[in-house]
């Protein structure tokens, strides 16, 4: 069962944060804000504690309609498991922004549910969001951007 995380927890019990990126917006987006988000401990990794260690791993989607990522988290709990022991419970999967909201890469991911579905057949926690662009926050309070 997918859980999305509510603002109070503070994904301690976690290790392992896997970025999911837009294939689209990765040909021409490095995922630096995203990386910097992470680093920083702002926008959706906010609540992470910022003296823990944890394992990133960065991958797109896969492409429209997503259904490639199902195969690479699949592979990833398989291996995690099997070459170190560690649970799924103990990863948890942050849609990027660039999939999640509007913004100047375009419009939130058509496939966003789809993708939600797939994560929770693997019964790894999702997050959403990444980085906060303060641009694009006041672009969707001027209805530039979708809310």
């Known amino acids: 069962m997918m859980r999305v995380w509510e603002r109070h927890d503070m994904g301690n019990d976690k290790e392992y944060l896997v970025i999911v990126q837009c294939h689209l917006v990765m040909q021409r987006c490095s995922g630096y804000f995203c990386e910097k988000a992470f680093r920083e401990r702002t926008g959706g990794f906010a609540d992470y504690a910022p003296d823990k260690a944890y394992r990133t791993l960065y991958m797109t989607c896969g492409g429209c309609c997503g259904r ?9 709990v398989h291996k995690v498991k099997a070459k170190e022991g560690m649970e799924k419970e103990k990863i948890v999967v942050h849609l990027s922004t660039c999939i999640t909201k509007d913004s100047y890469h375009g419009p939130a991911c058509p496939h966003l549910d789809y993708l939600k579905a797939l994560i929770a057949k693997l019964g790894v926690d999702v997050r959403e969001d990444t980085t906060i662009s303060k641009r694009a926050e006041q672009r969707r309070v001027e209805g530039v951007y979708a809310c």
Not at 68 to 73: E, G, S, V, W
Request: charged share 20%; net charge positive.
């Open 68 to 76: 490639a990522l199902h195969r690479k988290l699949g592979n990833l």
